[in-house]
């Protein structure tokens, strides 16, 4: 069990469930977190593991929602960047394909992106639309015989600079309905610039993407992809999974926190000795278990087919909220050593800024709740 699985709702898991998840922990321990701090801080991505995460067997493959969540835990347990280069690909990605594509596009190209040989991305935020994206998507789609041509800007899409394809969605000029096509990332008229300067998720490779007059063929547009409430089928399920990665983050920041308590001496003894810092401790991991038993009662709802983009929404906006609760004490609890990357904190104070803001706001997501108890819309 995690340290910060107070209730060990892990127990919850299967034999075989907490099998794989026990290897999963294992290849993020050995794998990705002794080299988080180097990568994050020169802002790269270290691409020898993308096979290596091939070889782990995860993405495609049916499972319980309890099982995805806890491994979207253990990913952001590890490094939030990698977490959502997986959710980015496994989710956002394979995702539309899975929900929005017929079955002949899904024969085509899931089983290469299950394998990892081909990359994905989702091509939705725009440099003018993040919030509002669902009547303010600006990027057009027009046909032209069997092939349709795509004009307009993205922006903060994950795994851009490297991907092989891209989810992109657009308005149709004709019947003002948002449709997706998958996008080849070396597409003539297609150019995808890598945003510098970021200060959260600096490992994930985000981009500014362009689209001048990019051609599709009609057996590229996802079929079952007919407006923007498909689109939103997929960003239901992902959303579920960026408040378990909420959930690593803070276990994380939990565990560290804890450590360094035992460890760091003050006056002659343990600050873990001290009432205040204990009150710390006690205020993070009564978050982690709240977001956690929220996590795990979605998943169950998901798994019985009654789930609700309220549901989602709510434990996005509440467990990305907490999570910002538990990095600012983790690193309040290390003092001038939270600020640095030694102490790995410092990593996910700037990463949880990144996943608060990302998969809807919590001001969006609680508008989508707030329609949902009252039944009157108030997003304009």
């Known amino acids: 069990m995690l340290a910060g699985d107070l209730y060990a709702f892990q127990g919850l898991l299967t034999e075989d469930e907490s099998a794989i998840v026990a290897r999963v922990r294992d290849f993020l321990a050995s794998e990705v977190t002794p080299i988080a701090n180097e990568y994050w801080s020169r802002a790269e991505f270290p691409t020898h593991l993308i096979k290596r995460f ?15 969540g806890w491994l979207a835990l253990e990913m952001g347990h590890a490094d939030a960047s990698m977490a959502t280069f997986y959710g980015v690909h496994a989710g956002l990605a394979m995702g539309s394909i899975q929900t929005c594509g017929s079955p002949e596009q899904q024969e085509r190209w899931l089983p290469a992106m299950t394998a990892f040989d081909q990359i994905g991305a989702f091509a939705l935020t725009e440099p003018t639309g993040g919030s509002d994206v669902a009547a303010g998507l600006r990027t057009t789609c027009e046909r032209d015989g069997d092939t349709w041509v795509l004009n307009g800007a993205k922006r903060w899409i994950g795994n851009a600079t490297f991907a092989d394809l891209i989810v992109v969605w657009a308005r149709d000029t004709s019947d003002n309905q948002v449709k997706g096509f998958v996008v080849p990332g070396d597409a003539p008229g297609l150019t995808a610039t890598k945003i510098e300067n970021k200060i959260a998720l600096r490992i994930v490779q985000n981009a ?22 498909d689109t939103a089928k997929v960003l239901r399920q992902t959303r579920a999974g960026v408040a378990w990665q909420a959930v690593g983050v803070m276990l994380a920041a939990y565990e560290i926190a804890l450590a360094y308590a035992k460890e760091r001496e003050q006056f002659g003894r343990p600050i873990a000795k001290f009432q205040l810092v204990q009150d710390l401790l006690v205020r993070m991991v009564g978050n982690v278990t709240a977001s956690l038993g929220m996590c795990v009662r979605l998943a169950q709802l998901q798994d019985e087919g009654v789930y609700k983009d309220e549901h989602s929404a709510l434990a996005k906006a509440y467990c990305t909220t907490r999570m910002r609760e538990v990095v600012g004490w983790a690193r309040e609890l290390l003092a001038g050593n939270g600020i640095v990357l030694d102490y790995d904190i410092g990593r996910f104070v700037a990463d949880a800024e990144a996943l608060y803001s990302y998969e809807g706001t919590r001001e969006i997501n609680s508008l989508i709740v707030g329609r949902a108890v009252t039944g009157h819309g108030a997003f304009v």
């Open 54 to 68: 091939a070889g782990l067997g995860l993405a495609g493959v049916e499972r319980s929602s309890l099982l995805n």
């Open 208 to 229: 500014d993407i362009t689209l001048d007059g990019v051609r599709v063929p009609e057996a590229d547009r996802l079929q079952r992809a007919n407006s923007f409430k």
